[in-house]
T-cell receptor, first 115, second 114 residues
Framework: AQSVTQLGSHVSVSEGALVLLRCNYS??????LFWYVQYPNQGLQLLLK??????LVKGINGFEAEFKKSETSFHLTKPSAHMSDAAEYFC?????????????FGKGTHLIIQP | NAGVTQTPKFRILKIGQSMTLQCAQD?????MYWYRQDPGMGLKLIYY???????DKGEVPNGYNVSRSTTEDFPLRLELAAPSQTSVYFC?????????????FGPGTRLTVT
């Protein structure tokens, strides 16, 4: 079975500071990993994904994440936070086959940007 | 393209009532999904479908039913609504490209059962 743990339900950073959102996973199959962002009262939007190959993946809005198999981690980073980054962020792992039969989500991390 | 659309946006049900949450996509995706999102709990998979006429249970299917008569539509039926079904429901779709199944989400339906 797959599971996802996001460390920290709330993370607060200053505008311009580094953003680091942590995600650890467990998976019985080679994992396909995703980060989604949810703005208030909206659906989820894909930020980036890891399938195979390069372990450092770049996404939209300046975000990137690194897959570390030995640490079973897929942390999300952004060098310089912007006020518009304030949102809920979800890490997810595929059930199997790249996610055809659904995703398992973490509980989410609420990112707060201080001016 | 409208993407994934869901209706209604909000609904209040009384205990024991039934309703159908509508979901449609115009991207010709073959895979569709229903998730529920409870506060502080992330999303949990209710049902999914890999094509018209084929559906399968997810993690939390009890109290729900689905059907997939067309590629575009994937309605979720609640029979005998219970307070535990108060949640935000998201529909998603994806295209099976043989590599990953990037899911596109609708805006959600906020359901309250009282």
């Amino acid at each position: 079975a797959q599971s996802v743990t996001q460390l920290g339900s709330h993370v607060s950073v200053s505008e311009g500071a580094l953003v680091l959102l942590r995600c650890n996973y467990s998976s019985s199959v080679p994992p396909y990993l995703f980060w989604y962002v949810q703005y208030p009262n909206q659906g989820l939007q894909l930020l980036l994904k890891y399938t195979t190959g390069a372990t450092l993946v770049k996404g939209i809005n300046g975000f990137e994440a690194e897959f570390k198999k030995s640490e079973t981690s897929f942390h999300l980073t952004k060098p310089s936070a912007h006020m518009s980054d304030a949102a809920e962020y979800f890490c997810a792992v595929s059930h199997s086959g790249g996610g055809a039969d659904g995703l398992t989500f973490g509980k989410g991390t609420h990112l707060i940007i201080q001016p | 393209n409208a993407g994934v659309t869901q209706t209604p946006k909000f609904r209040i049900l009384k205990i024991g009532q039934s309703m159908t949450l509508q979901c449609a996509q115009d991207m010709n995706h073959n895979y569709m999904y229903w998730y529920r999102q409870d506060p502080g709990m992330g999303l949990k998979l209710i049902y999914y479908s890999v094509g018209a006429g084929i559906t399968d249970k997810g993690e939390v299917p009890n109290g729900y039913n689905v059907s997939r008569s067309t590629t575009e539509d994937f309605p979720l039926r609640l029979e005998l609504a219970a307070p535990s079904q108060t949640s935000v429901y998201f529909c998603a779709s994806s295209l099976a490209n043989g590599v990953t199944y990037e899911q596109y989400f609708g805006p959600g339906t906020r359901l309250t059962v009282t």
